[in-house]
């Protein structure tokens, strides 16, 4: 079957790390999946998979697309991917790898194609399995750590805070609308989407100061 993408979510395997920051790869996948579980037209199915990842199959912005959670923790994602694409013929122009990214608050979203990695580990393994550097990424923000003493380690494999965790199911939506776009009309209109994206909290009419008397 010839498929148009491989929308790859990263994150680590495991109950102790589900809500942590460097799962919001893996909580993109799963919002997807779970609209296929309830939309027969998607057509969702769970495919053969190895002990590297999960894979679905499910039709997706007007295209028969797979779906991946690598299962060999972050530093080891680009083998599930390569494994993946060398078994269905596609090339490394038509992946999306979802991830969080430090250099965006929460709430903030970037699609771009190619780039550096940014000491991201699983974009790294990615790059580096694949050969290329020229797949799409989908970057969900969860900034730095405030506290100057705390490591990023640490920082990523956190959950989100109570306020952040609010706005998540806002941001995921938006997130898949954005591949969708992407999907159905191409990189400049996702991008114009994805890129301008605000959750309810963050615009400007209604932060608490736009409404004080002036």
């Not at 799409?136 to 490591?151: S, V």
């Not at 706005?167 to 954005?178: F, H, Q, R």
């Not at 400007?204 to 004080?212: A, I, Q, V, Y």
Request: with cysteine; charged share 30%; net charge neutral.
């Amino acid at each position: 079957m010839d498929y148009k993408s491989l929308i790859v979510g990263l994150g680590n395997p495991g109950g102790k790390y589900v809500d942590t920051r460097h799962n919001f790869g893996f909580m993109l996948v799963d919002h997807i999946i779970s609209l296929g579980e309830t939309r027969k037209s998607m057509r969702l199915a769970r495919l053969d998979e190895s002990g590297d990842y999960e894979l679905w199959r499910a039709s997706f912005g007007g295209a028969t697309c797979l779906f991946c959670k690598p299962l060999t923790y972050m530093n080891l994602s680009g083998k599930a991917v390569a494994k993946i694409c060398g078994r269905n013929g596609l090339s490394p122009a038509q992946v999306v790898v979802a991830h969080d990214e430090l250099d965006l608050p929460v709430g903030r979203m970037k699609f771009k194609r190619g780039g550096g990695n940014n000491g991201h580990r699983g974009l790294e393994s990615i790059t580096d399995c694949l050969n290329a550097n020229d797949y799409f990424r989908l970057r969900l923000g969860i900034g730095r750590p405030r506290d100057e003493f705390k490591g990023i380690s640490d920082w990523v494999l956190e959950p989100f805070t109570r306020d952040d965790e609010e706005v998540l199911p806002e941001i995921i939506k938006a997130a898949a609308k954005g591949i969708d776009l992407f999907l159905r009309r191409g990189v400049g209109v996702a991008q114009q989407f994805i890129n301008s994206f605000l959750p309810e909290r963050d615009r400007p009419e209604n932060r608490p100061e736009s409404n004080m008397d002036s």
